[in-house]
């Protein structure tokens, strides 16, 4: 496509490689999931849901964080 030729894209695509072909793949469209429309990430029920649980943390992690807040020893390879 020339910088003179004034088609846009679509035009371009019809005119090249045949009406049937772009025609179908201009006239597709989908719809988001939230509007009901197919998931675009699927997983199974066991891996969604250590996926999607929250808190996402422990009470080991949690326990970690207070214990590291208490004694303040944030950095002691720097010491």
């Given at each position: ?9 679509r035009?371009f695509?019809l ?9 179908s ?6 719809s988001?999931?939230l509007?009901?429309?197919p998931?675009?990430?699927t997983a ?15 009470a080991?992690?949690?326990?970690a ?7 303040g020893?944030?950095?002691?390879e720097?010491?």
């Open positions: 496509m020339s910088r003179r030729d004034s088609r846009n894209r035009e695509v005119a090249s490689s045949g009406a049937g072909l772009a025609a793949a201009f006239a597709k469209t989908e988001l999931a509007s009901g429309g998931r675009a990430v199974p029920g066991a891996i969604l849901t250590s996926l999607t649980k929250w808190p996402r943390y422990t080991a992690d949690k326990k964080l207070h214990d590291l807040i208490d004694t020893d944030f950095y002691p720097l010491v």
